[in-house]
């Protein structure tokens, strides 16, 4: 069965810092990956997916993500956080037989510290 | 204008109640979807419509019923409340879902936070 694990439950970073969140998942062939974001009392709002390609995708709000197939990893990234980055980060994934079945991760909250 | 809406946005209501969480879309979205956020956050989903025609249906108790009474609105029923039902309910929506390699982004509506007491 698919899985998606996100190791850090809760991240702080100081405003302008760089940031990394981190996400595994299982499955037996490359599946569908996305990185989602939840503000507060928000519904979520997609940053940014991975289906083929480059491994490297650009999402909005200057977020990316790699794609690591020996790894099984899709973690991601931004160079410099800003105050409005505090949310709740889902790391997701979907099989290419159902893409509509998505399978979310616990999820990652993420503070800005001033 | 929102895109996805949720009415309402806070329900608390008894153990053993029958309420409904009403979505509707303005998007032209042909599929609509159901997904139960609980207290650890973890998000899944319950169930998704294609044009009213049910498509995904995980395991969830039968005391949850969805209606689609057209393709801009999939409601949430759900009978005998009881405390495990207290989450957070999320409906979404996106362009008609369809088979292999067929992704199309799905949009959220804000939750529904239902508390039983």
């Known amino acids: 069965a698919q899985s998606v694990t996100q190791p850090d439950i809760h991240i702080t970073v100081s405003e302008g810092a760089s940031l990394e969140l981190r996400c595994n998942y299982s499955?037996?062939?490359?599946?569908?990956l996305f990185w989602y974001v939840q503000s507060p009392g928000q519904g979520l709002q997609l940053l940014l997916k991975?289906?083929?390609?480059?491994?490297l995708v650009q999402g909005i709000k200057g977020f990316e993500a790699e794609f690591k197939r020996s790894q099984s990893s899709f973690n991601l990234r931004k160079p410099s956080v800003h105050w409005s980055d505090a949310a709740e980060y889902f790391c997701a994934v979907a099989p290419y037989s159902s893409a509509s079945k998505i399978i979310f991760g616990s999820g990652t909250r993420l503070s800005i510290r001033p | 204008d929102t895109a996805v809406s949720q009415t309402p946005k806070y329900l608390v209501t008894q153990m053993g109640n029958d309420k409904s969480i009403k979505c509707e879309q303005n998007l032209g979205h042909d599929t609509m979807y159901w997904y139960k956020q609980d207290s650890k956050k973890f998000l899944k989903i319950m169930f998704s419509y294609n044009n009213k025609e049910l498509i995904i249906n995980e395991t969830v108790p039968n005391r949850f019923s969805p209606k689609s009474p057209d393709k801009a609105h999939l409601n949430l029923h759900i009978n005998s409340l009881e405390l495990g039902d207290s989450a957070v309910y999320f409906c979404?929506?996106?362009?008609?879902?369809?088979?292999?390699?067929?992704?199309?982004?799905?949009?959220f509506g804000p939750g529904t936070r239902l508390t039983v007491l």
């Open positions: 991975y289906f083929s390609g480059d491994t």
């Open positions: 499955y037996g062939a490359t599946p569908y």
């Open positions: 979404a929506s996106s362009k008609l879902a369809g088979g292999n390699s067929s992704y199309n982004e799905q949009f």
